[in-house]
C-alpha cells in the first residue's frame, strides 16, 4: 500500500503527461487515446487511482452526518473514477498482450485486491452500509435505488462483513492469493494457446485442407523459424480447419490433443496443481462464509437458485444430447468404412467424419458456403439485423477516431433519433497476445454525468478466419454465429441506461439471453438474402444452398450439445466438492465424473480444466451452466417474434429493448423476461432448435447414400 503523499506525489509529476490523469482525453466522445498512453502511465494511473479511491471510502467512513442513501451509497458508487479510467489496460491485456501488461498484472493483482478487501471488510463502513439498508423505508426510494441498496448491502455480505476479525483476515488472505492464482492460470493458458504448435512437414501431410489454411500456416512456420514447414497453434483459426477437413488422421491427433491438453503437459505452463489450489481455496472461503461449497455461495443470487435446480436442467438435456450423438457416431462409423478405416471413431475423427456425412446426407460443402460469407459483408448483415429490430445505424470512424489495433474498426451507433448513442469497435482477427475465444468487453460503460448519458465504448473481440494470399476473410457458419453473438452482448451494452454502476449487471445465468437471442437472425432467409454474397461475383446465395443450411442445422448438435453440457457439469462437480482430498487431480476428477455419465469416448467437454477459463480463471465458476440456461430463454423468446410471423415484428422488439437490454440489473432477471413474454420460458424451444425432441430425431429425411 502507497500513503496518501506517496500518491500525491506520482500525480503531481504524473498528471502533466499522463492522459490518463488529464480531467478530459479531448477525443471525440472522450475515447482513450490509446496511441498515447504507455505501460507507465497505466502504472501511474492505477497506482494514483487505487489511493483515491481507498482516500474517497475513507471520507465516507468519516463523515459525521446521519447515514443515508446519498452520503453512504450513492457515494460508493461513485468511488473510483480515476481507477475506472485507467482499467482499459485490463481489456487490452485480453486482447492486445504482450510481456509488459502481464508483467503489469502480476504487480497489481495484490493491490486491488487489498483494496476490495479493505472496502468489503470494513467494519464502520458495514455498519453504515446496514444502517440505510435496515431504515430504507424512510428514504422513499424508487426502484433503481432500492435495487442499488439491496446489491450493496449483499456486496458487503458476500465479501465478509458479518465475520470475525480472524476470519476477515483468513479471507482476505485467500482472495489474495486467488487472484494471483487465477491470473497465472490465464497467463499459462495464453501461452499455450499462441505458443504451442503443430509442425507439418511436408505439403503432403495436409491433404484435404483448404488453400488458405494451408497457406496461413506455411507463413506461421516462417515466423517461428522454419520456413518450408507448416504451423498450426492453438488458436481456432488455425486448428480447427484441420480437424474439420484434413484427410491426415495422425496430424488430426496432434492437433487435437495438443489442443484439448493445453497447459497440461507437466512443464511450467500446466495448470493442474494451479486449478486444484484454486476450487480448494474457493472451498475454503466459502466455508469461513458458513456455506457448504462454493456452489451454495455462487447461485443464490443467480436466476438458477442453487446447485440442484442447475442439476436438473442438465440432467433434461444430457440423455437425449448423447442419444443423439450416437446417431452421429453410427453415421461416422458408416463414413470411416467407406474410407476402409477400422477400429472405433476416436476423438480426432469426429468433425473431419461429421463433416464429411453431413455433406453426404445433405449434400453441403460449408467451403462452398463461406464463399458467400466474407467477414464485413457478415459485419454488414449483423448491422441490418439491429436496424430492422431497433433502428439503429452504424457510421465507421476508424479514421478519426483512436484505434488500439490496426486491424481494429470504429463506429458511431445511431439510433433511429439521430443520436449517437454508443462507440463501437469491431476486432475480428487472431494475433500474438489476443486470447482464444470471443468475448464483448467495454473500454468504459454507460453513465450518467449529471443529467447527460455517457456513451458506453463497447469491444467485439473475436478470431475469425483471416484473409489469405488470394481471397478475403471468409467465414465458416459457427464463425457467423459467434460474430452475432457477440454483437447481441454489444446491443444489451449499447441500451443499457441506469443511474449507477451498481445497478447495471445482471444475473450470469441470464446475462447470455441478449447474445444468444441475436444469433437466431443469423441464418434467417430473409437476412441471409441481405449479406451473403459471393465473394467474387456478389451473387445473393442460391435459395437451394439456404435450404440445405436450414435442414442441415441441427445436424451435429448431438455433439455440440454433450461437449456444452458435460463442460458446465464438470464446472458444478468442481464446485460442489465438500472436501478436496491432498492427492486431488482435476484431470482425473473430470475424466471419472465423464465416465460415471456414459459420455460417448469420442467426446471430451468443451474444455479440459487445465484449459478452462471460464471456470478455473473465474467470471464463470459455477456458471458455466448460464449458456445453456439462457439458451432455454432464447430460444422460447425467439419463438415471441416467430408466432407473430414477422421475425421483425417492431412491437415484441420494442418490448424485448425495454424489458431486456434497458434496465440492467434493476429488476432480476425471470421479473424482466415475465415482463417481456407474460409468463416463465419454456424448455421445449431449446430441444427443438438443437434437433433433441423426438420429432427431430425421427426425421430421416436426408439419409446417408445406400451402399451399392
Known amino acids: 500500500m502507497i500513503s496518501a503523499a506517496a500518491a500525491l506525489a506520482i500525480c503531481v509529476s504524473a498528471t502533466a503527461q499522463n492522459p ?51 452520503n453512504v451509497i450513492v457515494a460508493l458508487d461513485k468511488c473510483g473514477e480515476t481507477l475506472d479510467k485507467a482499467y482499459i489496460w485490463s481489456t487490452l491485456n485480453s486482447s492486445n498482450s504482450n510481456d509488459e501488461f502481464q508483467a503489469l498484472a502480476k504487480e497489481l493483482s495484490p493491490k486491488t485486491s487489498e483494496l476490495s478487501n479493505f ?48 476470519q476477515k483476515e483468513e479471507l482476505a488472505q485467500i482472495n489474495l492469493k486467488l487472484s494471483e492464482l487465477q491470473l497465472q492460470f490465464s497467463q499459462n493458458l495464453l501461452h499455450d494457446t499462441n505458443n504451442t504448435y503443430v509442425i507439418a512437414d511436408k505439403l503432403s501431410e495436409l491433404a484435404g485442407l483448404p488453400q488458405a489454411n494451408i497457406d496461413q500456416a506455411a507463413e506461421l512456420a516462417a515466423k517461428i523459424g522454419k520456413p518450408g514447414k507448416y504451423a498450426f497453434n492453438m488458436q481456432r483459426p488455425s486448428c480447427n ?37 484454486i ?6 472461503r466459502s466455508k469461513i462464509m458458513g456455506k457448504n461449497d462454493y456452489a451454495e455461495v455462487n447461485l443464490e443470487s443467480k436466476m438458477a437458485e442453487n446447485a440442484a435446480n442447475v442439476y436438473d436442467l442438465l440432467d433434461q438435456i444430457w440423455d437425449p444430447a448423447v442419444e443423439k450423438a450416437k446417431d452421429e ?27 464429411k456425412a453431413k455433406k453426404a446426407k445433405y449434400n453441403i460443402d460449408e467451403a462452398e458456403i463461406s464463399e458467400y460469407l466474407e467477414i464485413d459483408a457478415v459485419q454488414q448483415g449483423i448491422f441490418y439485423v439491429a436496424n430492422k429490430l431497433y433502428g439503429l445505424s452504424f457510421i465507421e470512424r476508424t479514421d478519426e477516431y483512436p484505434v488500439y489495433e490496426p486491424t481494429a474498426k470504429s463506429w458511431d451507433v445511431v439510433d433511429k433519433d439521430g ?11 487472431p494475433r500474438d497476445g489476443k486470447g482464444a475465444g470471443a468475448w464483448c468487453s467495454s473500454f468504459r460503460s454507460q453513465s450518467y454525468d449529471g443529467p447527460r448519458r455517457v456513451q458506453p465504448i463497447v469491444v467485439n473481440v473475436c478470431n475469425m478466419n483471416l484473409p489469405s494470399a488470394d481471397k478475403p476473410a471468409l467465414q465458416s457458419l459457427d464463425n457467423v454465429e459467434t ?15 441506469v443511474n449507477y454502476s451498481g445497478t447495471s449487471g445482471v444475473e450470469r445465468d441470464f446475462v447470455e439471453l441478449p447474445s444468444q437471442i441475436n444469433e437466431h437472425w443469423a441464418f434467417e432467409p430473409e437476412v441471409l438474402k441481405v449479406y451473403a454474397k459471393h465473394y467474387k461475383t456478389g451473387e445473393v446465395m442460391p435459395d437451394e444452398m439456404i435450404r440445405k443450411i436450414e435442414a442441415s442445422s441441427k445436424y451435429g448438435q448431438g455433439f455440440a450439445t454433450v461437449e456444452l453440457v458435460a463442460a458446465a457439469m464438470v464446472d458444478m462437480d468442481l464446485h460442489t466438492l465438500s472436501d478436496i482430498p491432498a492427492d486431488f487431480n482435476v484431470m482425473d476428477f473430470q475424466n471419472a465424473k465423464m465416465a460415471q455419465r456414459g459420455i460417448p469416448s469420442q467426446i471430451l467437454p468443451r474444455y479440459s480444466v487445465t484449459n478452462f477459463s471460464h471456470s478455473i480463471g473465474g467470471g464463470y465458476s459455477a456458471g458455466y451452466y448460464s449458456y445453456i440456461w439462457s439458451e432455454v430463454l432464447d430460444s422460447d423468446a425467439f419463438q415471441a417474434f416467430k408466432e407473430t410471423g414477422d421475425i421483425f415484428n417492431q412491437e415484441v422488439a420494442e418490448k424485448f429493448r425495454k424489458y431486456v437490454l434497458t434496465p440492467g440489473g434493476i429488476s432480476k432477471g425471470t421479473e424482466m423476461y415475465q415482463m417481456f413474454r407474460g409468463r416463465q420460458p419454456k424448455i421445449d424451444g431449446l430441444l427443438k432448435n438443437r434437433g ?11 439419409p446417408l447414400p445406400k451402399k451399392k
Open 329 to 355: 457416431i453410427a453415421d461416422i462409423k458408416a463414413m470411416m468404412k467407406a474410407d476402409k478405416i477400422k477400429g472405433e471413431p476416436q476423438r480426432w475423427d469426429y468433425m473431419y467424419y461429421l463433416d
Open 279 to 284: 476450487i480448494a481455496l474457493r472451498l475454503q
Open 419 to 429: 443520436n449517437v448513442i454508443a462507440i463501437f469497435y469491431s476486432d475480428y482477427f
Open 692 to 702: 433433441l425432441d423426438e420429432e427431430s430425431r425421427k426425421d430421416d429425411s436426408y
Open 483 to 497: 460474430m452475432f453473438h457477440e454483437f447481441g452482448h454489444a446491443l444489451h451494452s449499447f441500451f443499457r441506461n
Open 20 to 70: 490518463l490523469l488529464q480531467k478530459r482525453f479531448g477525443t471525440p466522445y472522450e475515447i482513450p487515446p490509446f496511441e498515447k498512453i504507455t505501460i507507465d502511465n497505466y502504472r501511474e494511473a492505477m497506482l494514483v487511482g487505487l489511493e483515491e479511491e481507498r482516500q474517497e471510502v475513507m471520507a465516507i467512513i468519516q463523515n459525521r452526518a446521519v447515514p443515508d442513501f446519498e
Open 119 to 166: 472496502i468489503n471488510m470494513n467494519k464502520e463502513l458495514f455498519e453504515k452500509v446496514k444502517y440505510v439498508y435496515d431504515n430504507q423505508a424512510k428514504y422513499n426510494l424508487n426502484k433503481e435505488q432500492a435495487s442499488l441498496l439491496d446489491k450493496t448491502y449483499k456486496r458487503f455480505v458476500n465479501g465478509g462483513a458479518l465475520l470475525s476479525e480472524a
Open 241 to 277: 480447419p484441420v480437424l474439420q477437413y484434413c484427410s491426415n488422421r495422425e496430424l488430426r491427433k496432434k492437433v487435437y490433443l495438443m489442443y484439448n491438453d493445453r497447459c497440461n503437459h507437466g512443464d511450467e505452463y500446466d495448470n493442474k496443481d494451479i486449478a486444484k489450489q
